[in-house]
């Protein structure tokens, strides 16, 4: 990316009403808290969500270490709606339907890891009672209580489950001034549903199509075209929008709201609720339920490497046969299907370069490796603190991605030891029979692609990029567990008290 390029781009942002941010690799006092460097302004810029911008303070901004771009939201009723762990594109289509926005909307970005959008709108009559200050007890009875407040940042929520049920609340939380009936109103939930089947068949459920979805009121927002984690960058769907984003009604988002979310995700706030602490004040409010099984049980992962083992018989202690590590994605999720925590790390190269063969697969350059990569020791030393918390770990090739990785850690001298107490599932190998895909020798393994394929009846283009194929591997692997494919015994999920 060039950075007079980047200041050409902000410049054009800016003339079409946007405050715009400036983003670096290099940590500063304004970024040096931020978790994710690419995401965060390397200036002062809180402040431009109620004032305009001037000309000469983007030009201020240091664009001779630029790696992307933001615009700031809140300003002049700017949100976004964003959309993570969503490999369906035509989720993003009925979602700029529910918001009378055009299919081929011009301010839809596409995330640099090929699993998220954002949909960037103007909205004028966001109305919230900012006197009622709800207590803890309420918010954790009531998801949407502060649902678009001025004070809240961003409003992050998992996707409604299979079999949930409406609650009279939501029927009033949402009912217009005429006189509509509960039953009316469960009748226009179906319909919308019925939108939703019409562009996603009958195999995929609301959670299989996103992980999370963000309300982002006043924030800062990465768009094109920005240098994102994976290597990749940020884009537009259909092309640089010419116009300012178009005004949407508030009830319109509402209606998302209803539709597509239950309760609340990691992120809502200011970004930096844990999901622990919220599990633990679940324990703490008595005499409520408990009905969520938030506790962390598997971690899935994907790795990009660089090239293929010269012998895939050979043990991972046999370091020059297995290719480098290029690209380390995983998560965390729990039992009812929602993600809890996701990293992914492009690998800075140390004493190799990267093969044509393997950059024309994944696209990472070795100079963007080494200026956005982080070092391999690090990046593993999470990987292992991470798995420590689940009880399974799980990926599509089990045997090749566990061997690159082990063949990593043996040349660091590093403790390989991390899977002798947890339980590994190879979505490849569990699936071979239920694909039924003949070759010459019987039923072969299963791609990623064919299997989502098989599940869902829908093409997907997995094998590029470790954090796209992430998204397909949790997928897919919830979606066999409710086939009954895949049927795991567990250990009780209760912490203690």
């Known amino acids: 990316m060039k950075k007079n390029l980047l200041n050409t781009y902000a410049n ?91 299919s081929d909307y011009e301010w839809i ?31 954790y009875k009531d998801h949407s209580a502060d649902f678009g407040h001025p004070k809240i940042d961003v409003n992050a929520y998992y996707p409604r489950k299979y079999g949930y ?46 992980k999370k979805i963000e309300f982002c009121w006043r924030c800062n927002l990465v768009i ?26 508030f009830d319109n988002l509402k209606e998302i709201y209803h539709l597509f979310c239950s309760r ?48 895939t018989k050979e043990e991972a202690s046999t370091s020059s046969n297995w290719p480098k ?50 070092d391999l020791k690090y990046v593993l030393e999470k990987f292992l603190k991470d798995i420590e918390m689940v009880e399974f770990v799980i990926t599509h090739n089990y045997e090749f991605n566990s061997k690159v990785l082990l063949s990593e850690m043996l040349r660091l001298k590093m403790n390989t030891n991390f899977l002798k107490d947890k339980k590994n599932v190879c979505l490849m190998q569990l699936s071979t029979e239920y694909c039924e895909i003949e070759n010459e020798y019987g039923n072969k393994y299963p791609t990623l692609s064919e299997l989502y394929f098989k599940l869902f009846n829908r093409h997907i283009h997995a094998g590029q990029n470790a954090g796209y194929d992430l998204t397909a591997i949790e997928v897919c692997f919830y979606k066999l567990k409710r086939e009954g494919v895949i049927s795991l015994s567990y250990k009780s999920w209760l912490y203690d008290r």
């Open 325 to 374: 590590l290029i690209q380390l994605s995983w998560s965390i999720g729990d039992q009812s299907g929602n993600q809890i925590k996701r990293e992914s790390f492009i690998i800075s190269p140390s004493n190799f370069i990267f093969e044509e063969e393997s950059k024309l697969i994944h696209g990472i350059s070795d100079e963007i490796a080494s200026n956005i990569g982080y």
């Open 224 to 249: 094109p075209p920005s240098l994102h984690q994976t290597g990749n960058e940020y884009s537009f769907m259909y092309s640089i929008p010419i116009n300012k984003p178009r005004l949407i009604n």
């Open 109 to 139: 970005v596409k995330s640099g890891s090929g699993c998220g959008y954002h949909i960037i709108f103007k909205c004028d009559n966001v109305i919230f009672d900012t006197s009622n200050e709800l207590s803890d007890i309420e918010r």
């Open 12 to 102: 054009h942002f800016y003339q079409l009403g946007c405050n715009v941010t400036c983003i670096s690799d290099t940590r500063n006092e304004f970024n040096l808290l931020d978790k994710n460097i690419l995401k965060a302004p390397n200036h002062k810029w809180k402040h431009l969500i109620e004032e305009r911008q001037t000309l000469s303070e983007l030009d201020s901004y240091n664009w001779n270490e630029a790696t992307g771009i933001g615009i700031v939201l809140g300003f002049e009723n700017t949100f976004a709606l964003d959309i993570d762990g969503c490999i369906e594109f035509d989720l993003i289509k009925l979602l700029c339907e529910k918001l009378k926005l055009p």
């Open 165 to 210: 049920k409406l609650s009279p609340y939501e029927y009033d939380y949402s009912k217009n001034d005429d006189e509509e009936t509960y039953d009316n109103y469960i009748g226009n939930v179906h319909k919308n549903r019925g939108a939703f089947r019409r562009l996603m068949g009958n195999d995929l459920l609301i959670e299989d199509c996103f």
């Open 264 to 311: 609340r995700a990691e992120g809502s706030y200011d970004g930096h609720v844990e999901i622990a602490s919220e599990d633990k004040a679940q324990f703490d409010m008595e005499p409520l339920k408990i009905r969520w099984n938030t506790k962390p049980t598997y971690l899935f992962f994907d790795i990009t490497s660089n090239g293929l083992p010269k012998n």
